[in-house]
């Protein structure tokens, strides 16, 4: 499984990004995925996943502000980041747990992801 994040970049605050994580090795659309992120000095914090069935989790920080999506026909997770933040700016990281679960309705299990990719910067700053 390899797992190749894109799209991070410099930002305003208020201003959106999208992420991208391109996946192979798997179809994603029939695993759960996720994104985190760790800021510097800070433990990697869960921020939003997507299961099999298309249930999405959003962690509290985020909702209603960030979009997890997959695009099946690019067999890619994106993450869709609006109203971005001082607190958002971090390395953001897509996972996968690689477990098979095409009508699973739940993915906020987080000690389960062991996939990940390399990682991508956000940062937020005017």
């Known amino acids: 499984v390899e797992l190749v994040e894109s799209g991070g970049g410099l930002v305003q605050p208020a201003g959106s990004l999208r992420l991208s994580c391109a996946a192979s090795?798997?179809?994603?659309?029939?695993?759960?995925m996720a994104w985190f992120r760790q800021a510097p000095g800070k433990e990697r914090e869960a921020i939003s996943c997507?299961?099999?069935?298309?249930?999405?989790f959003y962690a509290d920080a985020v909702k209603g502000r960030f979009i997890i999506s997959r695009d099946n026909g690019n067999n890619s997770v994106n993450l869709q980041m609006n109203s971005l933040k001082t607190e958002d700016p971090a390395v953001y990281y897509c996972?996968?747990?690689?477990?098979?679960?095409?009508?699973?309705?739940?993915?906020?299990?987080?000690?389960?992801?062991?996939?990940w990719g390399q990682g991508t910067q956000v940062t937020v700053s005017l």
């Open positions: 090795g798997l179809t994603v659309r029939y695993y759960p």
């Open positions: 996972a996968t747990d690689g477990l098979f679960d095409r009508y699973g309705s739940t993915c906020n299990h987080w000690e389960k992801y062991s996939f």
């Open positions: 997507v299961s099999g069935d298309g249930t999405t």
